[in-house]
């Protein structure tokens, strides 16, 4: 029997034997193709074939970015010692918590017990529910292990222009900022910032981070999950990655592309019943076509990860063999041994066969052994070729679940050595003009709603902003923009950094101001978001001076360029009754004296409270009406807020005790 997991009970004896056969077959499927492949050597293929009927551990990586992070890694490093002494045989003993070595800092940390056990097993529900509280306030975000190397290999810097290509459901994404984020804002510059409110601080960075995905629902889905970043040079567009616009060119590429994904089948069991080694080979031209778009987007000496969570080498080496080859005089394969130390990996495979689907047990071990009239669905660079070694294939990674008690995953790291010859160059050119064209066919089917600066728009409404909270006018006008369809009433306020600015000024909804001259690269982008939110209309049945209010996601910008309606807060006690008002509250039943008189000599309109002790910096926002205050803050917001103050931080010993 190859089938490890239990089946759950049905009312219908058929239907479970039918999806028990399904399982079994498909494992039979995939244990003959790996055999044929000799991925492992065949002393330890039982290691590895028990293994991926092993739950993975539960894993996370702490916010570098996020004010609780040196309290979150001192915890986990308690929990570390406390799980160590526990004596007895339990659950508590087998979970004990370990550091991923190979992830900078130590931020990154592992359960010795699946998510599925985290979650039902009495003893450990506070620390369960302790993980969960803490990643829906972004203190620590659950990944798997193998998953967060991508972005740990391109090493962003402050300035860099990253390019996501394939960025859905936004995981990797979110690492990448977090590393920006934190790079960008240390310490000292967070203390500059609260003194320095000029416009030289408008910009510590010119850094861009596109992310990227070719369905339109999950580019919605990467706004809710990025938008807790407060980031204004983050770009969202909705482009199929093959087909990226060749304009601009960037210094870190992440190329994780869509693959069978039988890397993850300890995490997504399911997959057994669906695994057919033709899902890799018809993936493979797709793969192929994103990964050679990705190395015509980079720019000289920047940096390529190639990815995928599959262990198939017809996904793998193949793709980055036959790009190599392609692209021969451009880009080069790094050794990533020395940013990857006490991570136990294999090097490229060098040899491997093509399924022959025609043959249910049947390979092909070269490309001259496919029957002519096949020829067209395999193609040459599915096989092996001699030239592997020259290419530097043993410079790719990958990992198999048994060697680190992780999930299966390929990674390749390229770097581009030239500029592009000329002919690739006049087949950028012809792309560029081919997918002008087709854009400007079925412009009209698409919704893009195009970014016009507050400036141009209505120049009255911007000055307004700028006297009412104490801000620089001239910044404002560089910045702040809002969507066309706001034009006639402008509703929301987005603020752009400048390399954020150079993409949305040229998205598919300003067609008519592009053009596909040699001398001049602008190109529509399907842009779906960029920037940050930062100001919102209110509609108020009283008089006030800007019925225009701060966003809770756009606070932290704003706030450090504010000279007015800035509130701070020193009391951890005054804060905390902040964070616990019910929408709206009457001014005079505020039982703080200074912040009563306070408010009650401000003007109506949107307000900001900032509170600052030593490791944390928060902002609240909120509307102060003649004689009440309403808090602007979404239910979610309010508890990443209530998270950052030390006595909302749950002990070690609370975790623990599951005593009522």
């Not at 990944?143 to 996501?164: C, I, R």
């Not at 999950?218 to 060749?246: D, G």
């Not at 409404?461 to 910044?475: N, S, V």
């Not at 001076?545 to 966003?551: F, K, Q, S």
Request: net charge negative.
């Amino acid at each position: 029997m190859l089938d490890k997991q239990g089946n759950g009970a049905s009312t219908d004896n058929r239907d479970n034997d039918c999806a028990h056969n399904t399982v079994e077959r498909g494992q039979q499927r995939f244990k003959t193709y790996y055999e044929e492949q000799e991925l492992v050597d065949e002393e330890e293929w039982n290691h590895f074939w028990n293994t991926l009927f092993v739950p993975l551990p539960a894993c996370f990586w702490i916010s570098q970015s996020h004010p609780s992070s040196t309290r979150m890694s001192a915890l986990c490093k308690q929990l570390e010692a406390y799980f160590s002494s526990v004596e007895e045989v339990d659950s508590i003993k087998s979970s004990i918590p370990y550091p991923l070595k190979w992830f900078p800092n130590e931020l990154a940390w592992c359960l010795n017990i699946s998510r599925q056990v985290l979650k039902r097993d009495e003893k450990l529900s506070k620390l369960h529910d302790f993980i969960v509280e803490q990643n829906s306030s972004g203190v620590i975000n659950r990944q798997e292990a193998v998953s967060m190397l991508p972005p740990v290999l391109l090493q962003v810097q402050p300035g860099d222009k990253v390019l996501d290509m394939c960025a859905a459901p936004g995981s990797k994404t979110a690492q990448l900022l977090d590393m920006l984020g934190a790079k960008n804002y240390s310490a000292a510059e967070r203390q500059v910032c609260t003194i320095r409110l000029s416009k030289d601080i408008v910009d510590i960075h010119e850094s861009l981070v596109v992310a990227n995905d070719s369905n339109l629902k999950r580019c919605w889905m990467l706004i809710h999950q990025l938008k807790r970043f407060s980031c204004p040079y983050i770009v969202i567009t909705n482009h199929e990655a093959q087909k990226f616009p060749v304009g601009m060119r960037f210094n870190r590429i992440l190329c994780d592309v869509p693959c069978s994904g039988d890397g993850t089948l300890r995490k997504s069991p399911d997959l057994w019943k669906r695994w057919y080694a033709d899902t890799g080979m018809n993936l493979h031209p797709l793969q192929l076509a994103i990964l050679l778009r990705g190395c015509d987007l980079l720019e000289t000496g920047g940096k390529l990860v190639y990815s995928t969570c599959s262990l198939n080498p017809v996904e793998n080496e193949a793709v980055v063999a036959e790009v190599l080859r392609r692209r021969s005089t451009q880009i080069s394969l790094i050794n990533v041994d020395n940013l990857l130390s006490n991570l136990k990996f294999r090097r490229g495979l060098t040899s491997w066969k093509v399924k022959n689907n025609a043959e249910e047990f049947g390979f092909f071990t070269c490309y001259e052994e496919v029957p002519l009239h096949r020829r067209k669905k395999i193609p040459p660079s599915l096989f092996p070729k001699d030239d592997l070694k020259d290419l530097g294939i043993d410079k790719c990674i990958r990992i198999l679940p048994h060697d680190q008690d992780t999930g299966g995953f390929f990674i390749a790291m390229f770097e581009k050595v030239s500029r592009d010859t000329q002919d690739t160059w006049q087949k950028l050119r012809f792309d560029k003009e081919k997918a002008y064209m087709k854009t400007r066919r079925i412009s009209r089917l698409i919704s893009d709603d195009p970014f016009e600066r507050l400036s141009t728009v209505n120049i009255s409404l911007l000055k307004t902003i700028a006297y009412f909270y104490g801000l620089d006018e001239e910044l404002l006008s560089n910045h702040l923009m809002t969507r066309t369809s706001d034009a006639g009433r402008v509703r929301r306020i987005y603020y752009l950094s400048e390399q954020v600015k150079s993409i949305v000024e040229n998205s598919v909804g300003n067609l008519d101001r592009l053009t596909t001259d040699d001398d001049n690269e602008k190109y529509p982008y399907r842009v779906v978001h960029g920037g940050i939110r930062c100001f919102e209309a209110v509609d108020c049945k009283y008089q006030v001076e800007c019925p225009y209010r701060i966003v809770f996601e756009g606070a932290p910008l704003i706030a450090l360029r504010m000279s007015k309606r800035l509130e701070y807060v020193e009391d951890e006690e005054v804060w905390n009754f902040l964070l616990h008002v019910k929408d709206v509250i009457k001014i005079a039943e505020i039982p703080f004296i200074n912040l009563r008189t306070s408010l009650e000599q401000t003007s109506p309109g949107s307000v900001i409270f900032c509170f600052t002790n030593e490791s944390t910096k928060d902002y609240l926002t909120a509307w102060l009406g003649p004689s009440m205050l309403s808090i602007f803050v979404t239910t979610e917001d309010i508890r990443l807020l209530q998270s950052h103050i030390s006595r909302n931080y749950i002990s070690l010993t609370d975790m623990l005790n599951n005593d009522e």
